[in-house]
């Protein structure tokens, strides 16, 4: 997936584009909030946006555990694919529907074809801003009272399965949000959804190693584009008492950057 290649709508033409906001289940159940900055974001491009009731897990976890969620996918192919764009804050789910489930289904069956129309049209947030060129208003100053050292945390799912992580620092770049690198910066945090649980002190250790390469940079606030990473790093920078944020980039980009030009 290449963040540059396609072109950027007019505002007209979006206005007559829909977009079904996958909005995830830990965005859902942790942070809706994540998910009306998403709206938010996408509106302010001029596209309708719409967040399909019956949409549900993308059965990522039961896919990564080795069971047949074929049945869950073409349910939510069926849901999603009246659609002309389906847009996901997280590179993990977009990557499972972009990536996974035209694996599912007989290459010569028509639920294989539904399944890729879907792929092609489905994209993870921050590569889709990028290529239909959002911009903030203004930009953050360095008297801005916001005024913070910002890292990108770069998701394993957004570097491997959607390869858009290079969408989110061109996205910070734009808002003129100063980054911060750290050591081992595309090595996972730990989290990979059950693997979390499987193996837990690998787990655990992997996260503190991520902390202390992120403390040691000076970095205050963490922004992702996957938000299990950041409640991950979160909790276990919580048990350390340690003082660093976690944003999701929808969240940075709206309070920061407001509507589109």
């Not at 079904?20 to 900055?37: F, G, H, K």
């Not at 290529?131 to 953050?140: I, L, S």
């Not at 409640?231 to 950057?257: D, I, P, S, W």
Request: include cysteine; glycine fraction near 6%.
């Amino acid at each position: 997936m290449d963040s540059t290649t396609d072109s950027v709508e007019s505002t007209s033409q979006a206005s007559t584009k829909s977009i079904a906001l996958y909005v995830t289940c830990l965005i859902n159940s942790c942070r809706p909030e994540i998910a009306w900055d998403c709206v938010s974001l996408l509106e302010s491009l001029g596209f309708r946006v719409d967040i399909p009731m019956d949409q549900s897990c993308c059965g990522q976890p039961g896919y990564n555990g080795g069971h047949d969620i074929t049945a869950l996918a073409q349910q939510q192919i069926a849901c999603l694919e009246a659609f002309d764009y389906v847009v996901i804050p997280s590179g993990s789910c977009a990557g499972m529907i972009i990536n996974h489930y035209p694996t599912l289904f007989d290459p010569h069956s028509e639920w294989a074809r539904r399944s890729q129309e879907l792929a092609q049209k489905t994209h993870e947030l921050s590569d889709f801003l990028l290529k239909q060129g959002w911009a903030p208003k203004a930009k953050v100053t360095q008297t801005d009272a916001y005024e913070v050292n910002f890292s990108h945390h770069t998701s394993c799912s957004c570097r491997r399965e959607t390869r858009s992580h290079g969408a989110t620092d061109a996205l910070l770049q734009r808002l003129n949000i100063p980054l911060v690198d750290f050591e081992e910066q595309e090595v996972c945090c730990g989290f990979g959804g059950s693997f979390s649980e499987k193996f837990s002190a690998i787990s655990q250790r992997m996260a503190l190693n991520k902390l202390e390469q992120i403390e040691r940079s000076g970095c205050d606030t963490v922004v992702a584009a996957d938000l299990g990473c950041l409640l991950h790093l979160e909790a276990c920078a919580a048990r350390l008492n340690k003082t660093t944020r976690f944003m999701h980039l929808a969240q940075v980009l709206k309070q920061h950057g407001g509507h589109s030009q």
